[in-house]
């Protein structure tokens, strides 16, 4: 089994900067794919960025592509997303997972985080 715990959100003001992070126990993910995913209030859970087990493959949504930056450290047993030039859009519940496939079908992921709330302000 793998836990996850994100960590990082908050309030911040539009153009301003988030690290979440998403610390993994339980058995090593170093083998997973990775994504972080979002859910605003009465919207469906979206795909926000994804990468491969080895580091070597990201993908983004549209929606934040340029502005968000997905890693990892496998040593860590840690990943994380940077978020830059925040907009009032971006708000939601940021979720990550893990799983064994690669991509933005959240149904693919086998593990969750619990949430962190990101809330920008404009």
């Known amino acids: 089994q793998v836990q996850l715990v994100e960590s990082g959100g908050g309030l911040v003001q539009a153009g301003g900067s988030l690290r979440l992070s998403c610390a993994a126990s339980?058995?090593?993910?170093?083998?997973?794919?990775l994504g972080w995913f979002r859910q605003a209030p009465g919207k469906e859970r979206e795909f926000v960025a994804a990468?491969?087990?080895?580091?070597?493959?990201?993908y983004y949504a549209d929606s934040v592509k340029g502005r968000f930056t997905i890693s990892r450290d496998n040593a860590k047993n840690t990943f994380y997303l940077q978020m830059n030039s925040l907009k009032p859009e971006d708000t939601a519940v940021y979720y990550c997972?893990?799983?064994?496939?690669?991509?933005?079908?959240?149904?693919?992921?086998?593990?969750w985080g619990q949430g962190t709330q990101v809330t920008v302000s404009s």
């Open positions: 990468i491969s087990w080895s580091g070597a493959r990201t």
């Open positions: 339980g058995r090593t993910v170093s083998r997973y794919a």
């Open positions: 997972a893990a799983g064994p496939v690669l991509g933005a079908d959240w149904k693919t992921y086998n593990y």
